[in-house]
Nanobody
Framework: VQLVESGGGLVQAGGSLRLSCTAS????????MGWYRHAPGKQRELVAE????????TYADSVRGRFTISRANAKNTIYLQMNSLKPEDTAVYYC????????????????WGQGTQVTVSS
């Protein structure tokens, strides 16, 4: 699975950005896709994810109500609409895709995009 992100940039606090991520390759067994972010001096954290098929969503508490994750299934593309951005949202945002392999134990395979920088100025 290959993931290509776009949409990062520089924005003032209170502004909006939309990130896109398109998956290609062996995408038919992807169980979920999402966005993680990594800020300097902090651990990488899950921002939002959406499951395949049922489109169930999960958000980090810090972005709930401001960010919205969605998908366009036919295009194997997900989006992250980010509104009311804050300086603390500044980070490199990574697209993630997960495949699960079910057996005696469930195995998880993660795929990552190259990352896109989001910078929010105060």
């Amino acid at each position: 699975v290959q993931l290509v992100e776009s949409g990062g940039g520089l924005v003032q606090a209170g502004g909006s950005l939309r990130l896109s991520c398109t998956a290609s390759g062996s995408t038919y067994t992807i169980s979920s896709m999402g966005w993680y972010r990594h800020a300097p001096g902090k651990q990488r954290e899950l921002v939002a994810e959406i499951t395949s098929g049922s489109d169930l969503t999960t958000y980090a508490d810090s972005v709930r109500g401001r960010f919205t994750i969605s998908r366009a299934n036919a295009k194997n593309t997900i989006y992250l609409q980010m509104n009311s951005l804050k300086p603390e949202d500044t980070a490199v945002y990574y697209c993630n895709a997960v495949k699960l392999r079910f057996g005696i134990e469930t195995q998880r395979d993660d795929y990552w995009g190259q990352g896109t920088q989001v910078t929010v100025s105060s």
